[in-house]
């Protein structure tokens, strides 16, 4: 081969390299879009979020209803109220913020013992039914991170109150039968409301030390405490609350950096009950036109 022949085939073979490594620059460029565009997709894909909350042991209780009675849904009907109609108004799915948000507003269905309406959870040990409960000396834990999502104002433009976390007490058939009673209804030991943007919590107290065992049983035997607010504003804010209960003792922590502890002769009388935990939505107001809503994020109950 001489050398007007190779200089030939040189040239041939750079211009061939040459093409190919273009291919190649081309396809990588492509390659780096299409790896772009995945990741925009999957950035979309996450925004979709869900709650972390298990609904197998709580029942909700809703304004909806007859106007005699509220409407309630227990396990296993509530596991699907993302899609159940008579529901979604007063318990639905934020996807953005993966939250359950609780809507409340004063309906003409209450529950027996109060004139507030309510979008709220109910803790169910045994799924579907009331009459397995637990006492201070079984002990017990919820945590929530919840926020405010929307609450109404009054006239004077003070926002209203909610109650976002509870612990009730409840007769057992012996107890509410000694005295007579037509319901296994006792007072609640705690309340945990949203008020001014504040954490602030209620208990009880017991009005006569002495009281026997069957007077401790009746409502009228308990009074209400001053109440106690914690110093963090939370305002509209996610918060964490946790409720510790234990034999004579109950904690409450906000954020895991502010508690109150109540462990006194009251807590320990209070051993007398069965207990079960409440969480969501009860609306503190019977203005025209007031509502609230309430995002809950987790929550968790343990025993």
Do not use: C
């Not at 005699?68 to 993302?82: F, G, M, R, T």
């Not at 004139?115 to 929530?144: A, C, H």
């Amino acid at each position: 081969m001489n050398f007007k022949s190779l200089l030939i085939l040189f040239f041939v073979l750079s211009l061939h390299t040459g093409f190919a490594q273009s291919n190649d620059t081309a396809e990588t460029a492509m390659t780096k879009k299409e790896q772009k565009k995945k990741k925009r997709k999957k950035k979309k894909r996450k925004k979709f979020k869900l709650p972390k909350i298990d609904l197998s042991h709580w029942k909700v209780t809703t304004p909806a209803g007859n106007g005699k009675k509220p409407q309630e849904v227990s396990p296993p009907e509530i596991l699907n109220y993302a899609t159940n109609k008579d529901l979604l108004p007063y318990m639905y799915n934020d996807s953005v913020r993966g939250a359950i948000v609780f809507y409340a507003y004063p309906s003409k269905a209450t529950t027996a013992n109060t004139k507030y309406s309510r979008s709220e959870l109910r803790e169910q040990m045994v799924p579907g039914k009331n009459n397995v409960n637990w006492t201070f000396k079984d002990g017990g834990i919820m945590k929530g991170k919840l926020a405010i999502d929307e609450i109404s104002r009054d006239k004077n433009g003070k926002y209203h109150k909610v109650i976002i976390m509870q612990i009730h007490g409840r007769l057992t058939n012996e107890q509410r039968d000694l005295i007579g009673q037509k319901d296994n209804n006792a007072p609640p030991i705690l309340k945990i409301y949203w008020q001014n943007g504040k954490v602030r919590v209620k208990t009880k107290v017991l009005k006569n030390l002495n009281a026997t065992d069957e007077e401790l049983l009746h409502e009228d035997a308990w009074g209400d405490d001053k109440g106690f607010t914690f110093k963090q504003k939370v305002g509209f804010k996610k918060f964490r609350l946790e409720v510790r209960v234990s034999e004579g003792k109950m904690t409450i922590v906000l954020n895991n950096n502010e508690f109150k502890t109540y462990e006194n002769v009251h807590m320990r009388k209070w051993g007398i009950f069965e207990n079960y935990f409440k969480a969501g939505n009860y609306f503190q107001s019977r203005d025209e036109g007031a509502f609230a809503k309430v995002r809950y994020y987790t929550l968790e109950v343990s025993h």
